[in-house]
């Protein structure tokens, strides 16, 4: 069965710096993606970031980015210049195999402080 | 344009009634359909998804149901509600193409008391 894990339950980070949020993946298919979303308090969910299992070459939208390190299922999401409108709730979800079942890890609340 | 309508936006339930939730997608067809439960503003923990009309697949089999009577309309049930089903109930759609973006409801707040 397909999990998600983040560690990180909360994290701070000061404006204009730079944060990471972690998240590892267990499966055993060769063929699935790998997403970050973000619930800020109004709770609509918002994506971020997304990445295909075959490609190698890390996403990156403006100033947020993934480190995928495929061999040791780890897909981290970096997020540069933080801001102060960057403060949510992150997820790290999982697709993959032939059944489309989404798989969201339990979130990181980021504080972005002034 | 594609949206997803969920409602209603707020429920208050006594415990030992019935529940359903409604969850609607417009401007797509043969959508997958999902319902998540987000307890005191944690994880996302998926409940049931579809992939056609009639075929659920339940990640949490205990007081809640699910069921796609229409490809478009999915519906959340209980018979008997219970006060661990308090939570925010989120219902999404992606298309029937692996890796595409989810997309969500407002969401429903449950509280039963």
């Known amino acids: 069965a397909q999990t998600v894990t983040q560690s990180q339950p909360e994290m701070s980070v000061q404006e204009a710096e730079t944060v990471t949020l972690s998240c590892t993946y267990d499966?055993?298919?060769?063929?699935?993606?790998l997403f970050w979303y973000k619930q800020p308090p109004s709770r609509q969910m918002i994506l971020v970031i997304r990445?295909?299992?075959?490609?190698?070459q890390n996403a990156t939208e403006n100033r947020f980015s993934v480190n995928f390190q495929k061999a040791a299922k780890s897909f981290s999401l970096k997020i540069s210049d933080s801001q102060l409108g960057d403060a949510a709730m992150y997820f790290c979800?999982?697709?993959?195999?032939?059944?489309?079942?989404?798989?969201f890890g339990k979130g990181t609340l980021l504080t972005v402080n002034p | 344009s594609q949206t997803i309508h969920q409602w209603p936006a707020t429920l208050v339930q006594p415990v030992g009634s019935p529940l359903s939730l409604e969850c609607t997608v417009e401007?797509?067809?043969?959508?997958?359909l999902y319902w998540y439960r987000q307890a005191a503003g944690r994880g996302l923990q998926l409940l049931f998804y579809?992939?056609?009309?009639?075929?659920i697949s339940s990640e949490v089999p205990q007081n809640l149901s699910a069921s796609r009577p229409q490809d478009r309309q999915f519906i959340l049930s209980s018979k008997k509600l219970l006060l661990s089903d308090s939570g925010f109930y989120l219902c999404?759609?992606?298309?029937?193409?692996?890796?595409?973006?989810?997309?969500f409801g407002q969401g429903t707040r449950l509280t039963v008391v």
């Open positions: 999404a759609w992606t298309r029937d193409t692996l890796g595409t973006e989810a997309f």
């Open positions: 499966t055993s298919e060769s063929d699935y993606y």
């Open positions: 990445q295909e299992a075959y490609k190698q």
């Open positions: 979800a999982y697709s993959g195999g032939s059944n489309y079942k989404l798989t």
């Open positions: 401007g797509t067809s043969n959508p997958n």
């Open positions: 579809s992939v056609g009309i009639g075929q």
